[in-house]
Nanobody, 116 residues
Framework: QVQLVETGGGLVQAGGSLRLSCAASGRTFRPMGWFRQAPGKEREFVADINWISGSTSYADSVLGRFTISRDFAKNTMYLQMNSLKPEDTAVYYC???????????WGQGTQVTVSS
């Protein structure tokens, strides 16, 4: 089973940028994605990427601001987050996509806090 470790979270002002990384131990050819969970809310889909083709999809709330990518050689997935808003504050998780916009094999999460 693939194990995932997220890094790169932190505190940033509104309008700023962060890049999250997700390192996978063991090779997977399944799509992978990012999800987030804000306090008091359910975990929600953010973006996913086909590991082989590189095709991507995004939640409407992040489209045009976030970019998902992967480095096949490094077995690592990234989430570049620009123009951050306070409502982006959440714990961000990476996961293997097991069904349409649904994850499994979760990482431990990384906190992103956007101050206004």
């Amino acid at each position: 089973q693939v194990q995932l470790v997220e890094t790169g979270g932190g505190l940033v002002q509104a309008g700023g940028s962060l890049r999250l990384s997700c390192a996978a131990s063991g090779r997977t050819f399944r799509p992978m994605g990012w999800f987030r969970q804000a306090p008091g809310k359910e975990r929600e889909f953010v973006a996913d990427i086909n590991w082989i083709s590189g095709s991507t999809s995004y939640a409407d709330s992040v489209l045009g601001r976030f970019t998902i990518s992967r480095d096949f050689a490094k077995n690592t997935m990234y989430l570049q987050m620009n123009s951050l808003k306070p409502e982006d504050t959440a714990v961000y998780y990476c996961a293997v996509i097991v069904a349409t916009r649904q994850g499994g094999s979760w990482g431990q999460g990384t906190q992103v806090t956007v101050s206004s």
